[in-house]
């Protein structure tokens, strides 16, 4: 159920029974030679849509450009400074806050945004606290409650990973989320080599950094094993692996 | 071509003979009861997409939530505050602009971006003008350049609604947006019931005034007039008549 | 009536009746080689005082420097960033809108303020409604309305202009603003002399692109027909244009 | 010698032998009864154009919105946030610093700049100075020299003050301030009565409290002693007073 | 070793060798009845300055107020905003990187620390790197590093917990953190009564939510257990546990 | 009595009689050759410490980076921007406003934070009235007051400072404060050699300015004369000067 495809008055009807929203979020950054620039967005936006199908919930507009400094050595690659990305979701659910939307699920489909996300959180509660950093009278809302998910996080994609892609994973550029981009864009399927196969693994820092780490710009992945079919597996299994969790934070007391 | 669906060294292959990129902006905001909340984002997407394919453009990914206050006593509206909005775009530039993009086509959705996204665009230059507010030593890179569009400020699509719509276009959750929603998603058409069919006109200020003159969020438009047949042919005027736009730009000196 | 040679006591009387105020926006930038720098601000306080007198309406303190990056590689020119001229408006609004001061009339004085001064508006907009990305409780006072007006769009203005310069006004540091300031500063007329006397036209992007295309700073205009008794014709022909605009905004419901 | 009347080939010219500014900064608030809420920025301005004239020297347009939080709830006061005056005061430095400018003379008519005023040069210097706060390289530019100026602090103008207004000076809407503006706006002089005719002392802190101590606005003046002669010698002092301040500045190596 | 004890020459003569600082963060937030409302400052404070010794490393002023809005409800509680902390991290790593400090280690005693802290980090990158989001030129100084280590995260301090305190330490106001503060301040033992003894667990979301969930404070956890005895073994574990941790920080190329 | 060693419930009972808290705020920066980089704030700190425990009153964290841009060409120094600095103040002071305390003492060991101090406290104020640059509704809280006193300028520590070092004070890296520390800190007295062992006097600029001015980085004072026996006095001077002070502002109606 995508909110942008929804009229506002039944929006307010969804409202009278209802106050959740799943927020899809990702970034448009590099994912090495054959992975999409997209990924990120897309992986994170299909696995919204899935959960919001299954559970009849509002999907709100994917935050489809998100916290990638590091990859920005790379062309193509697009980020917020994080406190844009604050500043940006401190809006987004406030205003649906006003509307009655209590309990907001972020799907992210990018590691860089989860401190920035977590903090915006915290910058959005202040707001509701007249006892944390404003000096303004409270809101005589109730305040929201926003917490993030990422989908490849569950047990369900964790096992169809490890089947399909043994330690080849890694954690950029994975053949899991590249997979998956195939699956959801089976015309778009990149045949470019990868050299070395298994890209270097290590921690990193800045851009500068991130860059003379890995060249290519995947971390400790093989995307050469992805294709749609896998991809398909692993969107079923993120799929899967979230309507529990989003169920959990939607009943949550 | 979507720059979601490229890859990083496709995107470095392309820089070295162009660098335009089309960024579509549109809004999440109400579009009346039979009206798409993501019209504007939607719409722009399309009409981007179009321009794109017909000059083989890269198109940047949707900015899908922009200046909509006026519209948020309206469930399931979102809004940036215009310096969010600012930040976004200065954000959004900045980092292409690092690559070697250096003209930004805004193909714009919604009256209400039109501000926010000229003011955004001094933003930016100013940061790459030493004797403009900034201190810091100006950039090595060149100055970019950005301009905005309305899609349906062409000739090709005022004729056409003209011809079809007559006078009950209006300039809010208009026919011809409408339209063009269905006919992007047909299974997405909405039967609810306008009254009066024709909405009431006139100016507003801020978001109180306008629920008060318009009170089921349409102005001066009659949208039980669209179908995806007349969809599917403003759309087709609206790239059509946006690519000579688009090609000036590209070209100029 | 200037608010700033009031006293308190007489501004409280003042609002028991009356909610408008009058603000002059303006810029100090080039203006060519024989137009003033504050060429945009002493205009639009001109023309706002003249409003004012013949309306009894008071005049807000004039914005005399507003954005003008385009103008920063000219010496002498001053530019706030937009963001900058956001939050000034903001603050001037929100003081005197917790006076009782409701509607708000800002002649301008300078293009290249519009698009700021708009967005402007929405910012200040959206911190009187709960809705609208802010989480404190909304105002207990009445949504302001802000509105711009441009001097030299009436037209009166317009077939003046039309009459003195014919197709010489051009589109920066015209006749009709050089005549206005040596029509109110007789003693500081400019005899620099221009060449070539009609200066190019065309559109231009950032600080750079415009001192490259502009080579002294006039866009398609001939100043050197400017005299201080055609700056009297276009000075009372901007006060007639603007009244009628100004009494609509003010009686409208 | 108003920047705003000059043109920009003029203060190009100037540039070459001079690289002082004068920027008076005032207010627009509450001055008691019988002051004008213009006061502090109408002083400065005169002040300052006294100086400017007298030595040469380029006179800005003037900041005639400043810090006055302390007095909003009085009607007709305006005031930026500190961090609002802050922004302003970096852009017009910055702008002009890029020209050539390298000495900022704020002649200030108000106390409540102060603070703020100071506040903001440090924000400008720490952007020349790449170990201040700031990633990016530093300008290229000298670091400008700003400092702030009370026209009231000379020798000159507290003798003539106390020979004419004895102990009944007091610290805000004091009869030399608003003898100044009765003598440079001599058809605006009021005739309030004031109640008693010496205001009570004592500090005070935010706004409600300063309008529980201070019922009319004033703090331990006497302005009814105020009359545009006395204003002229207050002027007079003022300039002559600043003169010797503003060329130490200048000159100081 | 205190940078606050050095002097400025032996800081340079230490840059020269070595280019790493130890920087504790920690918060000003109850800690239940029996804990310090600075225990997150104070823990990290020690826990540093025991690194710092082992390692001849400066340790810079303690960051003692963090991001604990959602202690607010408690008095005596003190809150930075995300985008307050992240500004204050951005300018306190950004100065003296200018001096030549390279590698920052944030010694971080409080998990409401860990988003922002993060998303300043990547804030502080972005200004490093031409491509993130800034126009102006790049620095000439290398990118810094930025890693936060919380100091109860090591196998040392979880091995001497569990001993100790068996199912009993839980995740706020835990035996650990309080028995630190009882050994680093014993004469600030508090003896307040526990009921229940064992806190109630569970997740939060906003201030208003946590103070509902946690009546006085702590989750999880049993302080009744804290002595100075154990507090001196919970430190040395801390400080042997991370001493290898930020070696490899300070080795790692 | 130091908040950090308090707990809530502490604070809740102290805030049912008292509601003024003490605000140490210093800086790290450099003092000359034998001066500690952090002398303003463990100045700061142990004054307020003093005037607590003497008064009975709570002392907060101190506030130990201030704003010490002139002196960032020094290693170890570390300045915040004054807009951060404001931020800091605010969240501190609206955090704490919160839960009662009214009444905010800044000790201050610096003059760098005057200005920056004084401007927030403006900010803070603005947030609490309706008409002072904010649309929200105003606080239910009663404004706060906040005050900042520089521990050296009671005639106690003057008079001390006189007795001691003649003429040999001057105004940064003073025999005063470098005595204090040494007394506080007596194992890090420092025996670097001072040449001139008075050092230049004169008012300064920016960073580059302060650096050219002042080789060593003290202004007129000689710091040789500094010992902790000195700093005893200097220290018992500094509390029993600012009692009153405090006392004064605690019990101001």
């Known amino acids: 159920m995508r909110l942008q495809l929804a009229t506002w008055p ?17 970034s448009t950054e590099q994912h090495g030679p054959n992975g999409h620039i997209g990924t990120d967005a897309l992986t994170a936006e299909a696995v919204a849509f899935g959960i ?40 987004y659910v406030n205003t649906l806050s006003g509307h009655g939307f209590q309990r907001f699920f972020f799907l992210n489909g990018h590691g860089g945004n989860i401190a920035s996300t977590n903090a915006a959180f915290y910058e959005i509660y ?17 305040e929201p409650r926003c917490v993030l998910a ?44 990868l050299d070395p196969p298994l890209a270097p693994s290590g921690r990193f820092f800045g851009a500068d950094d ?23 597996r692993i969107y079923e299994a993120a799929v899967q692996g979230m309507i529990p969790v989003f169920k959990a934070f939607a009943a949550a007391t």
């Not at 039944?10 to 990702?26: D, M, Q, S």
């Not at 919930?57 to 990859?71: D, E, F, S």
């Open 10 to 26: 039944e929006v307010e009807t969804y409202l009278k029974e209802r106050a959740e929203i799943i927020v899809p979020i990702g």
């Open 52 to 91: 919001g199908a299954a559970t009849g919930t509002y999907v709100g507009p994917t935050i489809n450009v998100g916290m990638a400094v590091h990859h920005t050595q790379f062309p193509g690659t697009i980020t917020l400074r994080p406190s844009t990305l604050i500043a940006y979701i401190q809006d």
């Open 126 to 142: 202040a707001g509701y606290t007249a006892t944390a950093g404003a000096a303004q009278q409270r809101s005589n809302r109730p």
């Open 150 to 193: 990422n989908w490849w996080e569950s047990e369900e994609v964790k096992s169809a990973s490890r089947e399909m892609f043994g330690g080849r994973e890694g954690s950029h550029a994975t053949p899991s989320e590249v997979a998956l981009t195939y699956y959801l864009f089976p015309d778009h399927v990149k045949n470019a080599p």
């Open 210 to 232: 991130y860059r003379r780490r890995f060249a290519d710009g995947r971390i400790g992945s093989d995307p050469s094993l992805a294709t749609p079919e896998k991809g398909k």
